[in-house]
Nanobody
């Protein structure tokens, strides 16, 4: 079993920056994809950014070059640098690790709150 723990959320003014971190404990295999997802009140959870164990990244359209995802395989960690934050970015941000081939898994962290407000 793998546990994902997020940190780094908080309250920031519009235009500010935050750095989220996710640490995995347990056995992680190569060939998987990690990602950040977010969920605002009354809305569905949506993908923010993902990165494979090989380093291929994908971003949601609303990121618009403001966020940078990075993964550190040797340390089982992942970060999300968020700049130029907007009130619309306010949400609970979740870390996810999933693998579609054996051994299959789909793990979620407990989430960290990001609030962008003046």
């Amino acid at each position: 079993q793998v546990q994902l723990v997020e940190s780094g959320g908080g309250l920031v003014h519009p235009g500010g920056s935050l750095r989220l971190s996710c640490v995995a404990s347990g056995t992680i295999f190569s060939g998987d994809r990690w990602g950040w997802y977010r969920q605002a009140p009354g809305k569905e959870r949506e993908m923010v950014a993902t990165v494979t164990s090989g380093g291929t990244v994908d971003y949601a359209h609303f990121v618009r070059d403001r966020f940078t995802i990075a993964r550190h395989n040797a340390k089982n960690t992942m970060t999300l640098e968020m700049n130029s934050l907007e009130p619309e970015d306010s949400a609970v941000y979740y870390c996810n690790a999933r693998r579609h081939m054996a051994p299959r898994y789909n793990y979620w962290g407990q989430g960290t709150q990001v609030t962008v407000s003046s």
